[in-house]
C-alpha cells in the first residue's frame, strides 16, 4: 500500500508589510504600504490596508487616496531576506526536503512525519507555522494536502494566519467549485478562453478532458487539467533553495518620457547590473526579457532565448537591444522600464572554435566587475557598439569598454 503524500504550502502574508510591523511593533494593527516613491507601484500592503482596497501593483498615488491614512515604506530588501533566510531555516527543521519559490513562499514534504515527529502531518504543519510566528513576528499561511497545487489552492483559502489541511481523497470535492483561475497558472487569458467555453470552475475544467483543453491551451492546457483533476505528481524539489530561479530588476523613471535613448540606457544599465549578479552566483541565464509599462499602466514585454546560458554583459546587452525596439511598439510615453533573466543554468565556458574572443569578453567582465565594487558602477561604462572589443581608457577611474 502507498504512504500517502502530504505536502505543505507555506506563504508568509503580506512579506514585506509584515516584516516592517515585526521590526516596528509600533505598527502593528495599522494600514502599512510598501512601495517607496508616488511613481512607483505597491510592493505589499498589509492586510489592515487591504481592506481600503489597495494590493500590490497598485499605482502609489491610487494607492494613497483609498487608504490617506496609512503609512508609506520604501522596501528594506535587506531586512526582507534575512527574514525569508530565518523562515525557510524553521521550515528545514521540519523536513529536509524544502522547496523555496520566492522569497515568502515555498514546500515542505511532511511525508512520513509520523516516523520522524511521532505526530501526524497536520500537527506538524500547525507546529511549523505557528514557529515561524513565534520566532519571527510575521504571519504565516499554510495548506496541506496530498499536491503541490492542491496545497497551494488551500493556502489561499486559509489566508490570512491560517491552515487548511485537505486530506488527499477528499480534496477534489472540496476544491471543484473553486474558479478556475484559482488554479495555479491560469493567467488573465487563460481565464478568459476556459470562460468563453463556459469552463468556470476547477470542476468544469476536469470535466472537459484532457483533448479538449488541450485544443484550447496547448501542452499547457493538459497540464492544468490533470491539476484540476488532482493528478499533479511533482515532487518538492530541494535543489531549488539553492538555486535562484530568475533575475529582474525594474525602474520607474523620475518622469514619463519619450526619450528612447534614455530608456535604451537605463536598460542597458539593468542588464549590466544583472549580469553581474549572474557571474557573482556562478549562474548563466538561457532567456533574456524585456518590459515596458506606458503611463496608462499597460505592459508590453518580450523575449529571446539563447542556446546556451550565459552571463557576458555583451550577449545579455546585443538581446536587449534587439529586444528594445520589438517591445516599444507605441509613440507614448514610458513609464518603467524592467529587464528579467530566466532560464538559470551553469553558463557555458568551453572554448568556442568559431568565437576566440569569448574568453577575452569574460577576462574584461571581470575587470569591470571588480573596478565597479570598488568605486561604483558609474566607474566604468559598456558602449553599445556592436561586438566590437574597445579598451580601457587610463589614467582616470572613469572609462568605457566597447561592445
Excluded at 477534489?172 to 473553486?178: A, F, K, N, S, T
Excluded at 529586444?323 to 524592467?338: E, N
Amino acid at each position: 500500500m502507498l504512504t500517502p503524500s502530504f505536502i505543505l504550502h507555506v506563504d508568509a502574508d503580506a512579506f514585506f508589510a509584515s516584516v516592517e510591523q515585526a521590526l516596528r511593533p509600533e505598527l502593528k494593527g495599522r494600514a502599512v504600504i510598501v512601495g517607496g516613491s508616488d511613481r512607483g507601484v505597491v510592493s505589499a500592503a498589509s492586510y489592515e490596508a487591504r481592506r481600503f482596497g489597495v494590493h500590490s501593483a497598485m499605482p502609489i498615488v491610487h494607492a494613497r487616496r483609498l487608504c490617506p491614512h496609512a503609512i508609506f515604506l520604501d522596501p528594506n530588501f535587506g531586512a526582507y531576506s534575512e527574514f525569508s533566510d530565518k523562515m525557510f531555516a524553521i521550515m528545514r527543521k521540519y523536513s529536509p526536503a524544502v522547496e523555496a519559490t520566492s522569497v515568502d513562499e515555498g514546500y515542505v514534504d511532511l511525508t512520513g512525519t509520523l516516523k520522524l515527529h511521532k505526530s501526524p502531518a497536520w500537527e506538524v504543519a500547525h507546529r511549523l507555522l505557528c514557529e515561524i510566528r513565534s520566532a519571527l513576528g510575521i504571519n504565516a499561511s499554510g495548506g496541506l494536502a496530498g499536491t503541490k497545487s492542491a496545497a497551494k489552492m488551500a493556502t489561499e483559502l486559509a489566508k490570512p494566519n491560517g491552515l487548511l489541511y485537505l486530506e488527499p481523497h477528499l480534496a477534489r470535492h472540496v476544491l471543484e467549485g473553486l474558479p478556475v483561475a484559482s488554479i495555479p497558472g491560469v493567467g488573465k487569458k487563460a481565464d478568459a478562453i476556459l470562460r468563453r467555453e463556459l469552463i468556470l470552475s476547477v470542476g468544469d475544467l476536469a470535466d472537459a478532458g484532457p483533448d479538449r483543453v488541450r485544443r484550447l491551451l496547448g501542452r499547457w492546457g493538459e497540464r492544468l487539467w490533470e491539476i484540476a483533476s488532482g493528478e499533479d505528481n511533482r515532487p518538492v524539489r530541494t535543489e531549488s533553495t539553492d538555486t535562484q530561479k530568475s533575475y529582474s530588476k525594474e525602474r520607474t523613471l523620475p518622469a514619463d518620457t519619450l526619450d528612447y535613448s534614455f530608456l535604451r540606457s537605463v536598460a542597458r544599465e539593468l542588464g549590466e547590473k544583472l549580469a553581474a549578479r549572474l557571474r557573482s552566483d556562478h549562474r548563466g541565464a538561457t532567456t533574456i526579457s524585456f518590459k515596458v509599462r506606458y503611463a496608462d499602466f499597460t505592459e508590453i514585454s518580450r523575449s529571446v532565448s539563447l542556446r546556451e546560458a550565459t552571463n557576458g554583459n555583451q550577449e545579455i546587452l546585443d538581446c536587449l537591444d534587439r529586444l528594445f525596439w520589438r517591445t516599444i511598439t507605441r509613440r507614448a510615453k514610458v513609464r518603467q522600464v524592467g529587464v528579467k533573466l530566466s532560464g538559470i543554468e551553469y553558463p557555458a565556458t568551453q572554448t568556442d572554435l568559431f568565437d576566440s574572443r569569448r574568453p577575452r569578453r569574460r577576462l574584461r567582465d571581470r575587470t569591470v566587475d571588480s573596478i565597479r565594487r570598488r568605486f561604483g558602477f558609474h566607474a566604468v561604462r559598456v558602449s553599445g557598439c556592436g561586438s566590437g572589443e574597445g579598451a580601457f581608457k587610463q589614467g582616470s577611474h572613469r572609462g568605457n569598454f566597447f561592445g
